[in-house]
C-alpha cells in the first residue's frame, strides 16, 4: 500500500464499489499479480499510466 496508484485504487474500491472486508484486498492482490507476471513478460519497466489509464 506504499504506491501511490495501487493505493489510490483500493480507495476506490472501499469508497466507490463499497466493497467490505477482504474484498478489496484480494482484487488488488489480482490485479498486481498480473502487473508483475505481464512486466516479466514483456521485459517492460512498471508504468503508473497503465496502471489505471482512466485516471491518466
Not at 476506490?12 to 464499489?17: E, L
Not at 508483475?36 to 513478460?41: D, S
Request: proline share 5%.
Amino acid at each position: 500500500m506504499t504506491n501511490p496508484d495501487i493505493r489510490a485504487l483500493h480507495h476506490h474500491n472501499v469508497d466507490v464499489k463499497k466493497l467490505k472486508k477482504m474484498k478489496p484486498i484480494m482484487k488488488l492482490c489480482g490485479k498486481v499479480t498480473r502487473m508483475l507476471v505481464g512486466l516479466a513478460k514483456s521485459s517492460e519497466a512498471y508504468d503508473s499510466t497503465k496502471v489505471s489509464p482512466q485516471a491518466a
